[in-house]
């Protein structure tokens, strides 16, 4: 059988990764000093997201490879924002690390979870079988508000560094956004320890049939 001799790495989905990863470099590089270049980039990345998977459905170009580099895109942005924030808001600094360990980690462990069970078993633990969660997982506008709102939180408080913006009903705009925003970062915040609950006890299920398959192995 003759191997595909299709190049993943130019793929319009990981073009559009590819993308996403120099726009946040340049954020971050000006992320201290240049607000407007700062946000026009990382929005732009983050923004990016939405249309990679559209292009990955709609070319039939969705590969391994792209849901990884989308998940890291994802989590290496925010986590270069929330790096400088620590710097602006010192006395935050717990918060923001605990904030950072979180979205890395549980998403990590779960997307990793994910590709070893290879969705072949029913005695997985699928978290959409939850009314909420599978809310959350089928209704593209919860998830797009969601992870929206989670952006404005954090972006909201980047922008406040350098200006609380015009006045809105006695308050600035960029703080009121931060406001609106927090319940919604700290919702998701809390999905995402529940994608690493899930995902520590479905790795403990693979542990459990690899262990019994080896043992088997060894008496026979």
Excluded at 164 to 173: D, E, F, S, T
Aim: a neutral charge.
């Amino acid at each position: 059988m003759a191997e595909s001799k299709e190049n993943i790495f130019l793929f319009v989905p990981n073009i559009i990764g590819f993308a996403r990863i120099i726009l946040a470099i340049i954020a971050f590089y000006v992320m201290r000093t240049n607000c407007l270049l700062a946000c026009g980039c990382y929005i732009t990345s983050a923004l990016l997201d939405a249309f990679d998977g559209h292009a990955a459905r709609l070319l039939n170009q969705s590969t391994k490879f792209g849901a990884m580099l989308d998940q890291l895109t994802d989590r290496a942005g925010t986590a270069g924002l929330v790096m400088t924030l620590a710097t602006f808001y010192p006395e935050y600094t717990f918060w923001f690390q605990m904030s950072l360990v979180i979205d890395i980690t549980c998403h990590w462990l779960y997307l990793h979870t994910t590709t070893l069970q290879g969705k072949t078993s029913h005695k997985f633990i699928d978290m959409s079988e939850n009314p909420i969660m599978h809310l959350y997982y089928t209704n593209k506008n919860v998830l797009f508000t969601m992870c929206a709102g989670n952006e404005a939180f954090y972006t909201g408080l980047y922008m406040m560094h350098f200006d609380k913006g015009p006045n809105v009903m006695g308050i600035g705009l960029y703080e009121l956004i931060v406001w609106i925003s927090m319940p919604i970062a700290v919702v998701k915040t809390c999905i995402s320890v529940l994608h690493g609950i899930v995902a520590s006890m479905n790795l403990a299920i693979i542990d459990c049939k690899e262990r019994v398959a080896l043992a088997q192995k060894q008496n026979n």
